[in-house]
């Protein structure tokens, strides 16, 4: 009669191979391919190629990772690294050995002087939590009329037309993302009195942008029939703030409707 309790089965050993695996001795391309999939630089940089000698070899030596620079505020704070992070993006850039064609993070008046002299070549630029004058970011930015997607988030307000000197300084631009960082009267503590960055003169011919978004403006009619006017391409319009208006009339409004997605402060102020 056969017994019926359970066969039990032993786990194979691991071989001897798998064992003795040696990981540091991986081919470089394996290893690049590997580490492009970590994200951004951060998880390389504290992470990866301190594995071994090897790792950090292979990590610094390859232009290629570098091609994108993108490193999380969030993280940051998380990885105690509230100071130093300059030297640590200014690194990531040079190991891009020029070939840096995208940047998003933390930046300040320092960090982006060397992002002009030494990422010349930008196409996708994301500066967060701005500490650079106003003065400097128009100069900054004419440093890269070849730009594609940027954007700037917390410029000083008021803000002296920036988003003019943005258009004229990168016409080829398709994304564009501006927030601004609204400044309180003195005396005054209310939401009420926000001195907002003001949306109200002609911008220049945009003939590829096809996404805007203005966070904290104050926006006229002529300001929104200007942008509509300019942009041809446009699919999304996001703007956040105030709207002055006087009358939204019928060829504004049909305007409007060319923009597939539109967002615009609902109420005025005026008066």
Known sequence: MPSSSPRRYRAKPASAGAAAR??????RDILSAVFLRLG????IMRGAELACAAWRRAAVEDPGLWRRVDIDVGALASAGLRKGW???LRAAVDRGAGRCEAFSGPCDQELLLYLIERANSLKNLHLLCLDVPNEVLKVAVKKYPHLEDLELKYVSSPSDDMLISVCQACPRL?????????????GYGDD????????????????E???LQLFQCDLTTEGLASILDNCPLLESLHITGSFKYYEMDDELQAKCTRVKNLTIPKYSIHG
């Open 22 to 27: 040696d990981w540091a001795a991986l081919p």
């Open 40 to 43: 951004p630089c951060l998880e």
């Open 209 to 211: 942008l096809l996404s």
């Open 192 to 207: 009420e009195q926000l001195v907002l960055d003001i949306i109200e003169q002609g911008i220049p011919m945009m003939s």
């Open 86 to 88: 300059g030297a640590m």
């Open 174 to 186: 398709k994304k564009l993302k501006l927030t601004f960082s609204p400044c309180f009267d003195e």
